[in-house]
């Protein structure tokens, strides 16, 4: 019998793989990847010589079908590559429900995400983040309001939001575009309460040198953040010690600290959701 291991890869380069993660890649006996959900800091081949062993690498639309994949995991041990964490991504989830159908078994191996990572780079609480949204890029006939609307929303429940940034034909949008569709969006709306709003971008998560940065969205459109990959976070009410760390962190204006600003005041870590 064969078995279909979904294998976290980390955010940035070949050593964000876990121990765990590392020791099984080595034992399949052949490995896929996809980078359409995200990217990492370093070339296929690094990730080869670090596993001993060719990746082969699918697109959207081959992991969808899955039909490679499970062909080979009918028989074999196969390994399947992910930026992040492996169940962040609804066709990873599909595709892991077809091999249960098929009688192949499935394991997975967690790695670092993003869902954490941003969080814990801004200093600002887990358990505060409502809906995650994705801002895809725009075309002539098509140019979604569903990421502005679900930023409102939690906004609106004083939650934070997570903005993913979208991939197309291997071009990472940055979040200072991710920025420029948002603000765009609001202007059509005519409103105005994320232009009035600290915004935060997150640059090359679990490298070497990450950046982070919060203030005011015309402030961060013209910041230069380097290469991505980007996201973008809209913090909602802010517990003091949020406000402190987007400050001392991110260097967001100190004027978030008010209390007018919307700030949770009490001294329980638990306050503001």
Request: net charge neutral.
């Amino acid at each position: 019998m064969g078995e279909l291991i979904f294998i976290g890869l980390g955010l940035w380069d070949e050593n964000d793989i876990t121990v765990k993660g590392l020791k099984e890649a080595k034992k399949c006996d052949c490995l896929f990847a996809e980078f359409y959900t995200s990217i990492l800091g370093v070339e296929k081949e690094k990730l080869e010589k670090a596993l001993g062993k060719e990746i082969r690498i699918l697109n959207r639309g081959e992991v969808e079908k899955g039909e490679i994949i499970l062909n080979e995991a009918r028989k074999k041990k196969v390994g399947f590559l992910t930026p992040g964490d492996p169940m962040s991504a609804t066709t990873h989830v599909a595709l892991c429900l077809r091999a249960i159908e098929m009688d192949i078994k499935t394991r997975v191996i967690h790695g670092i995400s993003i869902l954490t990572a941003a969080a814990g780079l801004l200093g600002l609480q887990t358990y505060k983040f409502g809906r995650t949204t994705t801002i895809v890029t725009p075309k002539e006939n098509f140019f979604p309001h569903s990421p502005y609307e679900v930023i409102k929303e939690n906004k609106e429940r004083g939650l934070h939001t997570l903005v993913l940034l979208d991939i197309e034909d291997g071009k990472c949008m940055t979040a200072n575009e991710g920025i420029e569709v948002l603000l765009k969006i609001e202007n059509e709306r005519e409103e105005k309460f994320l232009s009035k709003s600290i915004v935060a971008a997150v640059a090359r998560a679990s490298s070497p040198n990450p950046l982070v940065m919060a203030n005011y969205p015309s402030i961060l459109v013209k910041k230069d953040f380097g290469e991505p990959p980007h996201c973008i976070v809209v913090p909602g009410k802010l517990h003091f010690m949020e406000a402190k760390a987007l400050i001392m962190l991110a260097g967001a204006p100190k004027e978030i600290e008010k209390e007018d600003y919307g700030i949770t005041g009490s001294g329980s870590v638990h306050s503001g959701l």
